[in-house]
């Protein structure tokens, strides 16, 4: 794995919110009980493969379930791998391999790809691009072992970047460091500076950190990258500037620790990215960062226990020529989302018999909502869980901020019809409303509980197949979308009946678990050429963007009806290529 994640940190990610669900009345099960799966175990099956569709053997490979320990798995020599006695949940997949990276998903697209028992998962892994070059001193000279980094600012479409990162290299005897496996895009290059978890392995960590060429960050040499190249001549002299220290204690605590880390952000080009990291132990004496440069800085810390996960509210920090010392950060208990998920069966005749999701096979995620061109949300902000056998659900240790929810689930006619907090009930003639989560989002303060969200999913989804109908001799533009919007007026700002869906490069498209009712279909190219998906729609800020779809839509004059458990294939789409870019 090319990016940089400490295992303790990753282990604690991956434990930090607890969720179960609670079964309602369904078609064809009793109040609280589940559907028995029909296997109790099963396995899981892949292939790691390089851009060119070559086999990657001896990859590393780990599934993810909440709540079960981590399977790991390696490629054969042909890129296969199998991993046996699965019991029935949702698993994500990570493959790893040096100089490889997994493409980069836009963060607004909200669902992972997920996989469970007895599906086969095709990994692509992508051949990382290389920078490389020689740090001298001062003086000229090669320096050993000097750590250097990259900070990725950029991705390859320009959007600003947080959730990519390296580890440091050091320089061999030449003075020379090699770092590979980077994701296109680009990176700043500095050397010397921030002295890893408060000590120093040479002379030069206590210096300013110095970027390519032999600059300071607002300077720095801007270094673009793309995938399988070698950038070289990234050179670094060092200017020998002295660093300084950053230095306090944090109070507060959730019991029984090893450590608690520290972060240290600052922004870069406008991107905020952890310039240093470093840890106060147990005994509470207090956390030290050297070789910090000048500038204004974020600092926060993060602690990690039995008890679950406590967050320190930034701090800002401004260091101007001399150290930052005496600052205290306070731990307080993150905030937490509980409810139950309920399942509505369908009466209709055309879904009697029709499979209901399985608690096991279903998965809740809470995400922080991020509005555009901002950079990807950071830790405690998008969190993943799977269902018990008890059925509440519980989003733990989650931080400030309006969180979107969303779920996943493995059944063909069933399909999400609400997300809700019912308004308290009135005492007087007047009485409040329901909170419509999904369409308003849900606003968390620090350390808040918020109860009582329902998700209802329901049966009786429809599944659409179909193509466009291009012009003679066309070819699909890139960014071509299709999209289907409720015509009934009275779901005007239902956000869950509107669905989009990239048209492939054979003109043909696929949307599943669909809503029954009436629509407006419009097929459209992206108004500003950037990936369409339904979470970018369906949030908080996109009511504008809804409403002007939905005025192209009712234009277009193109109207079906979905009815309950339908199966639609061969539906067409006109679209003209001039009209396109409504």
Known sequence: ???????????????????????GVGATTAPGQQPESSTTTGKITGRVVNENGEPIPHAAVTLFAYGTTQRLA???????????????????IIAASPAHYTPLRDPDSVQPIVYHVGDSANITLIKGAVITGTVTSTTGEPVVQAGVRV????????KPVTSVRYPDKVTDDRGIYRIYGLVPGTYLVSAGGRGAYGFNSNAYDSEAPTFAPSSSPDTAAEIVVHSSEEVSGVDIHLRGEPGHVVSGTISGTLGDRSATNVLLRQLFQGVPQVVAVGFQPSNGNGFALYG????????????????????????????????ASGLNLVLKSLGAISGRVVMEGSAVEACKDKQQPLLSETVLWARVN?????????????SQSAPDKSGEFTFRNLGAGQFNLSTVFFA???????????????????????????????????????????????????????????PEGASVPPKLYVHLVPAEEESAEDVLRFYTVSVSSDAKFALNNLAPGKYWVVARLSPDNEPEYDAKLRAPEGATQRAALRKNAEASKIELELKPCQNVSDYQVPFEISAGKN
């Open 151 to 158: 900070l990725m600012i950029r991705d390859a479409n320009g």
């Open 370 to 382: 991020r509005l555009p061109n901002q950079p990807a949300p950071g830790a405690f902000t998008s």
């Open 74 to 92: 390696t490629t054969d020599d042909s890129g296969n791998f199998e991993v046996t006695q699965l019991d029935p949940r949702v698993y994500t």
């Open 292 to 323: 910090i440069a000048d500038g204004d800085y974020e600092l926060t810390a993060q602690e990690f226990s039995e008890a679950g996960a406590a967050s320190a509210e930034p701090v800002k920090v401004a260091v101007k020529g001399k150290d």
């Open 412 to 470: 063909n006619h069933w399909y999400l019809r609400s997300i809700k907090r019912p308004a308290p009930a009135a005492k007087g003639a007047s009485a409040a409303r329901d909170t419509d989560i999904a369409r308003q989002g849900l606003n968390l303060k620090f350390g808040e509980r918020v109860s009582g969200v329902i998700v209802t999913l329901a049966g009786g989804a429809v599944s659409l197949r179909g193509s466009l109908k291009l």
């Open 1 to 23: 794995m090319s990016w940089y994640m400490n295992q303790r940190v990753l282990r604690s990610l991956l434990s930090c919110i607890t969720l179960s669900i609670i079964i």
